[in-house]
């Protein structure tokens, strides 16, 4: 079993920076792809990007250019470096982890962007 633990959200003013943290622990040699969903009030939970094993990328376009995910192998943890951030972006970002079987994802970390 795969257990995921988010840290890093908060308030930023519009034009700034936060860099999300999605910690993996339990059965993470079975984890092929992880990810990052968002959901604002009153919307549906939607992909903001996904990383594969070997390397292949998706990102939803609104956060093309601006948005950076990775995954550090070592230890165990993948990122999203988010810049440039919008009023728009605000949201509690979910860190996901696919196995052949399954999709865990993580507690859930607030971004607000507001001045």
């Known amino acids: 079993q795969v257990e995921l633990v988010e840290s890093g959200g908060g308030l930023v003013q519009p034009g700034g920076s936060l860099r999300l943290s999605c910690a993996a622990s339990?059965?993470?040699?079975?984890?092929?792809?992880m990810g990052w969903y968002r959901q604002a009030p009153g919307k549906e939970r939607e992909l903001v990007a996904t990383?594969?094993?070997?390397?292949?990328?998706n990102y939803a376009d609104s956060v093309k250019g601006r948005f950076t995910i990775s995954r550090n192998y070592y230890k165990n943890t993948t990122y999203l470096q988010m810049n440039s951030l919008k009023p728009e972006d605000t949201a509690v970002y979910y860190c996901?982890?696919?196995?052949?079987?399954?999709?865990?994802w993580g507690q859930g970390a607030q971004v607000t962007v507001s001045s």
């Open positions: 339990g059965s993470i040699a079975v984890i092929y792809a």
């Open positions: 990383i594969f094993d070997g390397g292949s990328i």
């Open positions: 996901n982890a696919d196995s052949p079987w399954s999709r865990v």
